[in-house]
């Protein structure tokens, strides 16, 4: 179920906050719109948690010179906050009542509630203007700006790999979507400036790393994709150096096409890798055929194999097919 916002209606929703607390009537539901607006601003620039807002302190913890948002807690960090949100913090920050402690605590179903008001004015459904749909939006607005994964969870406080798969998995799979889709994009960049053949993106995979060992020469790496799936890949210490390659790392990953063989049948041989999927298309030539199998995830997976050893196979339009490869055809992809 799709429940974020995009960049547009996140800025129609931050027009409106503002329009909101405009309309306000008396002093006392100035103060209290001026308060609720000052959290919408937190969580919609600073992408911080509903908990995290209602424990701040705002005069103390926000430079309103700098910008600087500190979070305290068990997922501290420091948030620049964009120059545009500064004004209207600026402005309720300037208000008496926010020198008081207690100025951004509000009871959560009474705050939830009037998120979801603000949020009707627009016809917007209330799955995507609560707290967590606002913050994760914010995520998702960051990442769509080519902000860096590991930033974007840096910002976010997403420190394990629960958090990073509950950001991964919201409004189905978004943040998974936008990083393939910058991926694919990035790599066929790289191909036309190196004068190669351009690359459709396949056999590129972003993935969260769950095992490392080290051995003399090699050290294996095993990714676990967006769509759960498993790939080992082998590099040397250097490379694992050079990645500064960790657990719960987000990491893209490349296939070599001419490293894989593909069978009608799993098989039991010392290969690390077996990938199930079905055969979108063949294309061959005297020599080569170039193999393209569709994974249940949507995600294409290129082969090239020798055309003389086709016949066996009887491979086709729709034939399912198993793809085994070794670590080593797998290569750790810089960011």
Not at 109 to 137: E, H, N, Q, T
Not at 218 to 236: G, M, N, P, Q, W
Not at 253 to 275: G, H, Q, T, W, Y
Request: aromatic share 6%; net charge neutral.
């Amino acid at each position: 179920m799709r429940n974020h916002l995009t960049r547009q209606q996140l800025e129609g929703l931050t027009l409106c906050w503002e329009q909101w607390e405009a309309e306000a009537a008396t002093r006392t539901q100035k103060n209290m719109r001026a308060r609720l607006h000052l959290i919408f601003l937190l969580m919609r620039y600073g992408g911080l948690r509903l908990g995290e807002v209602l424990a701040l302190e705002p005069r103390s913890s926000i430079d309103t010179v700098t910008g600087m948002l500190r979070v305290s807690g068990s997922n501290a960090r420091e948030i620049l906050l964009p120059v545009s949100a500064m004004r209207n913090i600026r402005r309720i920050l300037g208000l008496p009542p926010a020198a008081e402690p207690d100025f951004l605590q509000f009871d959560q179903s009474f705050l939830r509630k009037k998120f979801y008001a603000v949020g009707s004015l627009m016809d917007l459904p209330s799955a995507c203007v609560g707290p967590r749909a606002i913050r994760y939006s914010r995520g998702l607005e960051l990442l769509e700006l080519h902000v860096p994964m590991p930033l974007v969870l840096k910002f976010l406080g997403q420190q394990d790999a629960d958090q990073l798969l509950a950001f991964l998995n919201f409004s189905d799979g978004e943040a998974r979507k936008l990083l393939t889709s910058q991926a694919q994009g990035k790599d066929t960049s790289a191909s036309a400036c190196h004068g190669g053949e351009a690359d459709d993106g396949t056999n590129l995979f972003w993935g969260i790393v769950t095992r490392i060992f080290t051995g003399m020469r090699k050290v294996y790496v095993e990714i676990t994709t967006f769509s759960d799936f498993r790939l080992a890949a082998a590099c040397t210490p250097e490379e694992a150096a050079l990645h500064e390659v960790h657990e719960n790392q987000v990491l893209s990953v490349r296939v070599d096409p001419e490293r894989i063989v593909l069978s009608l049948e799993k098989s039991s041989m010392s290969l690390a890798n077996c990938v199930k999927g079905v055969v979108d298309s063949l294309h061959s030539d005297m020599v080569e055929t170039f193999v393209c199998v569709g994974l249940p995830d949507g995600t294409t997976l290129r082969a090239t194999v020798d055309t003389c050893t086709l016949d066996n196979m009887h491979l086709r339009d729709g034939k399912k097919v198993y793809a085994h490869f070794a670590s080593s055809a797998v290569r750790l992809v810089a960011d």
